[in-house]
C-alpha cells in the first residue's frame, strides 16, 4: 500500500482496548512499507490455551485479523510446607512447576501473611537455595525459610510466591501447636475408660494450661470428659519437653469398634488431635480345622472366645464359602447352635458337610454370632488317598 493507515482501534476476542492501555498511543500514523509492535495491556488469564482473535482497524476502513492459540496456563503450586520442631528458625515450602506449564518461573519472593494481615518479607539472599530461583517446568524445589515462628504457634499465615513473571501463588497453611497426643489406650478388658497421653514440646518456651479432653464421636457427637474426675485433674499445667498422661471416665460399652477423635485444648487455644477405633470386647478365633480324610460327610472346627472378651459370646452359625465365591451355611452342627462359649474357653463343633466331590480345594470356613462378630480362616481340604 502506498498511503498512509491511521490505526485507531485493536480488538482482542470482540473486546475493544482502551487508548491508555495500548503503546504508542492510539490513534497512531502507520507510513507505507514500515511496521509497529504494540504492546496492549489485556488480562487474558481466562483465555490460556484457546484461539484469541485479534482484530486492527483504521481510519480509512481496513481491518486485519489474526488468530493466535495462547500458552497453556501456568500451574505452579506448594506440594508441602514443613515446620520442624527441631529447627524453630526456619521452615520449609515445595514449591513444584507442573510439566503442563509452558515455560520456566523465575521464583523471586516468597513473602508471609499472619492472621492479624502483617506481612513478613523472608530475605531472598538467607534462603537455600537463595532467590531469585528459575523452576523449569516438570522440577520442584524445596526451600528452606527463614522465620523464627515458635512464638506463633497453632495460627493461620498464608505463604505467597512471587515470580518475575507477575504470576502469585498463595497457600495457607497452620504452623504447629506445642501440644501433640502421643498415644491414646483403650483396655479390651475396662471399658468403663481410657487414657490419652499428651506431650508439650522441647522448643516451646512456657507451660501449657491443658483445660479440656472432646470426644468426636462416628455420629458427629461430642462429648466432653469432666476434668474434674481425671487422674490427673484438669485443669493441668503441662511444663515444656514433658508428658502427661491423664485416666479418662467414659463407658465405651455400646461404641465397640468405631472411630473416635480425641481432642485435648489448653487455655491459650492450643488444640491437639488423634483418631482412634475403639477394640470390641469379643476376641473369637478359628483355632483349628480337621477333615478326616476317611469321612467326607463331616469335619470338626474349633472355636476360642479370648480371655480379653469381656464376657460370654453366643455362636449362631458356621458357614463354607466355596472358591466360586458360594456360601453354604451348614445346618447339622453339634453341639446344637446356637451356642454360648464363655470368655478364656473353647469348643469344637462337628459339622455335617458333604465334600466328596470338592478334595484338596481352599474354603473358607467363618463363625458368626448374634452381635454381629465373626471369626474366618482359609483351609484346604485333603485329596483324595
Known sequence: MDKNVNITEIKAQTESLEAENVSPSLPYRLNPNSSVTFTCLWDWSDQQNTSVTIAVHTAQ?????????????????????LFNELDINHFNVTLRNSELSPNYLNISRIALTLENETEVAIAGTEMEPALPYSLTPGSAMTFQCPWKWNLYRHKNVTISVHTLQNYTIHHTTVTPSPIKIVNAIFDSGNTNG????????????????????????????TEGIDGT??????????????????????????????????????????????????????SL????????????TTFTVTVRNSEFSLDDT???????????????????VLPVLPYTLASDSTAIFQCTWNWTNYRNRNIIITIHTARGYIAASQYTTPPAS
Open 285 to 296: 478365633a478359628i483355632v483349628s480345622v480337621l477333615f478326616d480324610p476317611i469321612d467326607t
Open 194 to 221: 481410657f487414657n490419652v497421653t499428651v506431650h508439650n514440646s522441647e522448643s516451646y518456651v512456657t507451660h501449657v494450661n491443658l483445660t479440656e479432653i472432646i470426644l468426636l464421636l462416628e455420629t458427629g457427637t
Open 314 to 332: 453366643q455362636i449362631t452359625q458356621v458357614a463354607v464359602t466355596l472358591e466360586n465365591g458360594t456360601v453354604t451355611e451348614i445346618s447339622g
Open 229 to 282: 474426675e481425671t487422674t490427673p485433674q484438669l485443669p493441668y499445667m503441662l511444663e515444656p519437653d514433658s508428658t502427661a498422661t491423664f485416666i479418662c471416665p467414659w463407658n465405651w460399652f455400646d461404641y465397640q469398634d468405631k472411630n473416635i477423635t480425641i481432642t485435648v485444648r489448653s487455655a491459650e487455644n492450643y488444640t491437639a488431635q488423634l483418631t482412634k477405633v475403639t477394640p470390641t470386647r469379643v
Open 61 to 81: 476502513g481496513y481491518v486485519s485479523y489474526a488468530t493466535q492459540v495462547t500458552p497453556n496456563p501456568v500451574v505452579l503450586e506448594v506440594t508441602d510446607v
